[in-house]
């Protein structure tokens, strides 16, 4: 019961890289949709690194997210299209990305990279 409890703690982490991936596959970015797609695995890995570099790749995701509201509303302002909603969903993806990070500082999972260090 307390493994699915803490794997419950990181699905907002899993749907961040899926959607990233998802993301990247709609440019054709084959190679990044793959490595978001197995990114999640690391999770299995109980070392003390794991939570510090899935916070730093979920902040390098919400840039990627507010570089792609930058393009994209740039684009619609040109083609004079309505780009706020645009802007609202994505800046929203963007926070949650980002916000998403913060699971690892719940005790719990703190307790579990920290108990096989490296």
């Known amino acids: 019961m307390l493994l699915i409890m803490n794997a419950l703690k990181l699905i907002p982490v899993i749907l ?7 993301h990247f596959y709609r440019a054709g970015l084959v190679p990044l949709t793959v490595l978001c797609a197995i990114t999640p695995l690391l999770l299995f890995m109980r070392k003390s690194w794991i939570p510090r570099l899935f916070q730093i790749l979920l902040l390098a995701g919400a ?9 994209f509303a740039a684009m619609r302002i ?14 929203t993806v ?17 307790r579990i990279y920290q108990a096989e260090s490296d």
Do not use: C, H, M
């Not at 961040?16 to 998802?22: Q, R």
């Open 78 to 91: 040109a083609w004079d299209q309505p780009w706020t909603r645009l802007a609202i969903i994505l800046g």
């Open 63 to 71: 840039l990627e997210w507010l570089r792609s509201l930058y393009f």
């Open 94 to 110: 963007a926070l949650l990305t980002a916000l998403s990070g913060l699971v690892f500082n719940n005790r719990k999972l703190r």
């Open 16 to 22: 961040s890289f899926l959607l990233l991936g998802a």
